[in-house]
């Protein structure tokens, strides 16, 4: 039986009876959802660690990074421990540890083991995301794989929306172990079922073989490992400690530079890489990564500020600003299906530079933020995100393994779930840096225009000492409270124009992924897309 007769058949379990594969994509696109949710829902529980474990919010943030370091490091060792144990066994050791982790992190007594337990639950699931669309292809036929991606990528794209709101509402109403603790039960359930029902194929198992016959690249893996790490310590921390104003961050930057370059002539010169950058520097792979970069940047950076931005500015409690998410999240799910069909007759390249331009135009949008904006336009605006995103996760899978030999296509999955990471840490990263220095520099513009000699203040501080005064305000109250008002409205103003700037330069990185996608090969619609891992 030739391979791609074996990589069509459907599924079976240990006893050898066939599996609806349908049943396989929903088992692991959950365990994928817990893995891509943590990433984000610890996020708006920082405070409430920080409160109850007696440490200040910056240290609680560990909590974060510590799970995004050691995320970014396992990526670069699944592809050959999934070959070498096999997808399944490694696949369930890793959402094992996943599940066990998130138990301890729950229970942690202090600060300390709370990070130990963090750094295991990344560990954990940072092997989970890249298995899942291995076996995702292998559970399904060549014609039906857009379908089973557009599952995956409901819960890759859907968890981090879902992250803010499910980990406020947690915090508020149960605890911040809640947060952790719920992975548990679903854990546990999706486990059992796995081992139920998932089996590996034989091409597998003759991978495993193999495997046996090379060495594991030590060197190649710490070298990757340090990259990543210490640039996601980079990324994560620069602006909390002052970029290179701290020793801490100058150190991480040197360990992050030095890395790199030793990585580089090492990983070239070996037979069996740990990350082959050749298949980097190619067109077709290449360009696929960076528009994976992208595409992180916007989810990530979008996910966390709009959030941010209604609560800070148009005083939205933690509920209503992840309802503002909400309508965008329905609409991916729905487009998710929708382009999953489209992907075996639409060439990739279009549909992603479609799904770039999309993206573009809802950054286009927030540009015009001020203060009289209401629920609807910020949801609009994320309702046509989620218009473009499905166009650009289903069809990258396709067009990124297109002209990459079978053999190497483990490592290509690692790679595009590594740009999704790190582009999201990127984007984080820059965005906090554009909003921090861009509000310092429009309040100082502005204060310049704000003159107590000029006219328009004089009349501006007349009418609103008149209001307060109307209001039950003494004369002096009333003008002490004018002046507060308007330096309020000085910093409302500058934050609005921050905000702008931000979703200008998100805006010009989506529109980067267009020149990008349209390099991309013309690709065989409807074939048979390689298997990883």
């Keep these: 039986m030739s391979a791609a007769a074996v990589q069509a058949a459907p599924p079976a379990t240990a006893s050898g009876t066939a599996v609806n594969p349908w049943l396989i994509a929903i088992l692991v696109a959950l365990a994928s959802f817990m893995e891509v949710l943590d ?29 995004l370091v050691s995320n970014a490091i396992i990526l670069t060792a699944s592809s050959f421990l999934a070959r070498m144990l096999g997808r399944k066994r490694f696949f369930l050791i890793c959402l094992g540890a996943f599940t066990l982790s998130s138990l301890l992190c729950g229970l942690a007594p202090n600060l300390n083991a709370l990070l130990l337990c963090r750094m295991l639950q990344g560990f954990g699931g940072g092997g989970m995301v890249p298995v899942a669309q291995s076996i995702l292809a292998d559970a399904f036929p060549p014609a039906k794989r857009g379908q089973a991606f557009a599952v995956f990528g409901v819960a890759v794209v859907v968890a981090p929306v879902v992250g803010p709101t499910l980990g406020g509402w947690l915090s508020d109403n149960v605890s911040w172990q809640a947060c952790f603790l719920i992975n548990v039960p679903v854990g546990i359930i999706a486990t059992a079922l796995i081992a139920l029902v998932l089996r590996d194929p034989p091409a597998v198992h003759a991978q495993a073989r193999q495997q046996q016959g090379y060495g594991f690249d030590v060197v190649g893996f710490v070298l990757v490992a340090t990259f990543l790490g210490a640039l996601e310590v980079v990324l994560d921390r620069g602006l909390e400690d002052d970029w290179f104003g701290s020793s801490f961050i100058v150190t991480f930057t040197v360990i992050c530079v030095l890395a790199f370059a030793l990585m580089i002539p090492w990983e070239l010169s070996r037979r069996n890489p740990m990350i082959d950058l050749r298949m980097v520097a190619t067109r077709q792979f290449g360009a696929c990564f960076l528009v994976m970069l992208a595409t992180g ?26 309802l503002v998410l909400s309508p965008g999240g329905v609409v991916t799910m729905m487009m998710m299906f929708v382009v999953g069909r489209a992907a075996a007759k639409v060439q990739p390249k279009y549909l ?9 135009v809802s950054m286009y949008t927030m540009t015009n933020v001020y203060a009289d904006l209401g629920f609807w336009f910020m949801a609009r605006s994320r309702m046509i995100l989620g218009v473009g995103l499905p166009f650009i996760f289903v069809p990258i899978m396709a067009a990124s393994y297109d002209g990459i030999d079978p053999s190497k296509t483990d490592q290509a999955s690692a790679l595009i779930n590594a740009a999704r990471n790190t582009g999201g840490s990127i984007g984080v990263s820059v965005v906090s840096n554009i909003l921090t220095h861009r509000e310092q520099f429009h309040q100082s513009r502005l204060v310049e225009q704000v003159l107590p000699s000029s006219p328009q203040y004089q009349d501006t501080l007349q009418q609103i000492t008149s209001f307060f005064a109307s209001h039950g305000s003494s004369l002096g109250q009333a003008r002490e409270q004018a002046i507060q008002w308007i330096g309020q409205q000085v910093q409302a103003q500058a934050s609005y124009l921050a905000y702008s700037d931000a979703f200008w330069v998100l805006m010009l990185i989506s529109l980067s992924a267009v020149p990008l996608a349209m ?15």
């Design 39 to 67: 990433t984000t829902i610890a996020n708006v529980a920082l405070p409430y660690i920080a409160g109850g474990m007696g440490v200040s919010e910056d240290e609680a943030s560990w909590v974060v990074t510590t799970y």
């Design 519 to 533: 390099m991309l090969r013309t690709v065989k619609l409807g074939g048979n897309v390689p298997v990883g891992h």
């Design 297 to 322: 940047a916007i989810l990530l950076a979008t996910t966390q500020f709009l959030p941010q931005l209604v609560q800070q500015d148009f005083g939205y409690t933690a509920t209503w600003a992840g």
């Design 352 to 360: 992603i530079a479609f799904g770039a331009v999309a993206c573009a």
